[in-house]
T-cell receptor, first 115, second 113 residues
Framework: DAGVIQSPRHEVTEMGQEVTLRCKPISGHDYLFWYRQTMMRGLELLIYFNNNVPIDDSGMPEDRFSAKMPNASFSTLKIQPSEPRDSAVYFC?????????????FGDGTRLSIL | GEDVEQSLFLSVREGDSSVINCTYTDSSSTYLYWYKQEPGAGLQLLTYIFSNMDMKQDQRLTVLLNKKDKHLSLRIADTQTGDSAIYFCAENGETDNFNKFYFGSGTKLNVKP
């Protein structure tokens, strides 16, 4: 089975540019999470969706960040305008709510560098 | 909110046992997890334990849970250089946030040959 797929794997862009990160969750999973990982702050949950609906976006840093999930197989995280402090590794994860243990499955991440 | 804490670094020699510790605050957690992150990769689920268990063994991995002290540990027997990675413990939230995980800061394990 294919795991969580993220693209691009690496992104380098200049500050002020719009950045779009993409995620395809595991088929059949109804929860999708976006995380950011930095040395200073560790792993932070930005937002998560259930059945394509945003449930908790309290971790989104500011209005420059937005996330969408137009259908069950695709989500985007957009930063506009980007700033150097947004440089981090962004992970997408998915899971399926059910009875019993349902761990989160992570993609390999997008390494974002804002110059 | 939930708080999960881990020490940042651990260094061991190849062949020794490694013990990575974690403390958490949410006593209502149903499951506790250990994830492994290798350089340049995402987090990979290693093992998990149900909150009504004290111990779980899976090949070289042993998970111990002390629910009274809210302490979780991961023991890796016969540690190999390939075990060098960052290890995260995580707990799921309360019933309404069952699928919202709370991660520790990660423990970087360095295995010396």
């Amino acid at each position: 089975d294919a795991g969580v797929i993220q693209s691009p794997r690496h992104e380098v862009t200049e500050m002020g540019q719009e950045v779009t990160l993409r995620c395809k969750p595991i088929s059949g999973h109804d929860y999708l999470f976006w995380y950011r990982q930095t040395m200073m702050r560790g792993l932070e949950l930005l937002i998560y969706f259930n059945n394509n609906v945003p449930i908790d976006d309290s971790g989104m840093p500011e209005d420059r960040f937005s996330a969408k999930m137009p259908n069950a197989s695709f989500s985007t995280l957009k930063i506009q305008p980007s700033e150097p402090r947004d440089s981090a590794v962004y992970f997408c994860a998915s899971t399926n709510r059910g009875i019993g243990n349902q761990p989160q499955h992570f993609g390999d991440g997008t390494r974002l560098s804002i110059l | 909110g939930e708080d999960v804490e881990q020490s940042l670094f651990l260094s061991v020699r190849e062949g020794d046992s490694s013990v990575i510790n974690c403390t958490y605050t949410d006593s209502s957690s149903t499951y506790l997890y250990w994830y492994k992150q290798e350089p340049g990769a995402g987090l990979q689920l290693l093992t998990y334990i149900f909150s009504n268990m004290d111990m779980k063994q899976d090949q070289r991995l042993t998970v111990l849970l002390n629910k009274k002290d809210k302490h979780l540990s991961l023991r890796i027997a016969d540690t190999q250089t390939g075990d060098s990675a960052i290890y995260f413990c995580a707990e799921n939230g309360e019933t309404d946030n069952f699928n919202k995980f709370y991660f520790g800061s990660g423990t970087k394990l360095n295995v010396k040959p």
